[in-house]
């Protein structure tokens, strides 16, 4: 069973940062390219992909409500994923989950999903 933990969650004010972290157990990379994102999930709408990364770090993706504020990067010695997050808004505010062994931001092809880590941004 492969394993996805996040981490770095919590409460910041609007403008603030954070840096999530995803850990995830060794696995075999099927079909899909082996491909890490990192998706979200407000009280009454439906899990949107945030950013992504392949596997040699060499691509990224990232959904237009947050070019320019978050990066995401990956450290594959320690298969972990990062998310940073700058200039936070309300807007953000959401449960965040990590998802292993996919292509780019297209939800139903991602094999592995984390229990999530809440943002929350105070206005």
């Known amino acids: 069973q492969v394993q996805v933990v996040e981490s770095g969650g919590g409460s910041v004010q609007n403008g603030g940062s954070l840096r999530l972290s995803c850990a995830v157990s060794?696995?075999?990379?099927?079909?899909?390219?082996?491909?890490m994102g990192w998706f979200r999930q407000a009280p009454g709408k439906e899990r949107e992909g945030v950013a992504s990364?392949?596997?040699?770090?060499?691509?990224?993706v990232y959904a237009d409500s947050v070019k320019g504020r978050f990066t995401i990067s990956r450290d594959n010695a320690k298969n972990t994923v990062y998310l940073q997050m700058n200039s936070l808004g309300p807007e953000d505010t959401a449960m965040y989950y990590c998802a292993a062994d996919g292509f780019k931001l297209v939800r139903g092809l991602y094999n592995y999903w984390g229990q999530g880590t809440q943002v929350t941004v105070s206005s």
């Open positions: 990364i392949s596997a040699d770090g060499g691509r990224t």
């Open positions: 060794e696995y075999t990379a099927t079909y899909n390219g082996n491909y």
